[in-house]
């Protein structure tokens, strides 16, 4: 099924029909969370002939755009989960073949029913119709989080003569939660679903934030040796703001932040746990979730520091009790990842 989408890209049908099979069948497996982007680009470069490097970008793209894809998501993905429980209707009621969708089932069975276990809402309602209701539910459930961050830390963007209103910015933060809902079915469903809607929206505002204000990116800045502010779109500003470094943290100093942190993960001991459970969404929801328990309070927050300041709990405490590690390492392995982030 997923071949219609591989072909749009014209430089992919250069592959033979066994190479192209193989791209599939990981994009097929990649799709429905069954291997990681890793694993399934390393699938895709392991059987390129030295004449075809030049696919690998094209490649590395395509599952990108993937997970975004409306179709990929709402109609490929649900289609393939029911015929791997033997349901061809979805291929039936967009006209396509199973001939290889049943080939790459049979060659990767074991792995796709745990997949297909994984599924938290009845196999036989899965599909668009199914996903269009619940877009409708949980985009009312998470729009006020949209709106009400806006509001709160990102209305400055919308002053002056920007031209951005603050439902132009909460409508962007909405439509990537409706991506990430798609991207999550039909795994998730009820508060795990909304909380991860929350959680994109959060992170996406944050780096919404921290890009438009970077330094490169601020038309306001000081000139040092006269101690003024000058406009960097006028011509007398410009030789000073292209020399200018600004005072913003740059964005991509995210990524070795999150490597540090992943390189802990893989260690052992408390703070190995602690970092694994920074890194995981799924983890952090299931905390939301063992909280709610503990700290009826916190229900409906919108994630994680937000429940956690509602309990009324020290976060190093609840930590602790959740990951069943003593309270003294698990705060000073808070301590310590803090440490990097300053």
Known sequence: ?????????????????????????????????????????????????????????????????M????????????AILRLINGDDVGFRLFNMPTTRTKRIIKQNNDILQESLK?????????????????????????????????????RFLTMGDSGTTIDDLSRDLIILALRSMRQYYPWRKGLHLANTMRQTITNRGRGMITYS???????????????????????????IASNWRGWADDPSRMHPLQSKIAFIAKGKGPEAKVAQ?????????????????????????????????????????????????????VKSTLIKLQSLVA
């Not at 997970?67 to 649900?78: H, L, Q, Y």
């Not at 996903?131 to 459930?141: F, T």
């Not at 009324?312 to 003593?326: I, V």
């Open 1 to 65: 099924m997923l071949i219609s989408f591989l072909e749009q890209e014209a430089t992919l049908k250069s592959l033979s029909h066994s190479q192209m099979l193989e791209i599939e069948t990981a994009f097929t497996l990649y799709l429905l969370r069954a291997i990681s982007f890793r694993e399934a680009y390393r699938r895709c470069d392991m059987i390129l002939d030295e004449d075809q490097e030049y696919l690998k970008v094209t490649i590395k793209s395509k599952l990108s755009k």
């Open 67 to 78: 997970i975004e894809d409306a179709d990929c998501n709402t109609i490929f993905k649900p």
């Open 118 to 154: 994984r599924v938290a809402y009845p196999i036989d309602q899965i599909g668009p119709k199914h996903i269009e209701k619940l877009e409708n539910k949980y985009l009312e459930i998470v729009k006020p989080h949209a709106y009400y961050y806006v509001s709160r830390y990102a």
């Open 213 to 239: 204000v970077a330094g490169v990116r601020q038309r306001l800045v000081m000139d040092e040796h006269r101690g003024v502010m000058v406009n960097r779109e006028s011509s007398t500003g410009f030789e």
């Open 277 to 329: 459970f920074i890194l995981s969404p799924e983890d952090q929801d299931q905390f939301c979730n063992w909280l709610e328990q503990v700290s009826p309070v916190t229900k409906g927050s919108e994630d994680l520091s937000a429940a956690v300041k509602k309990s009324g709990y020290p976060y190093a405490s609840l930590l602790a009790k959740f990951l069943n590690l003593p309270k003294p390492d």
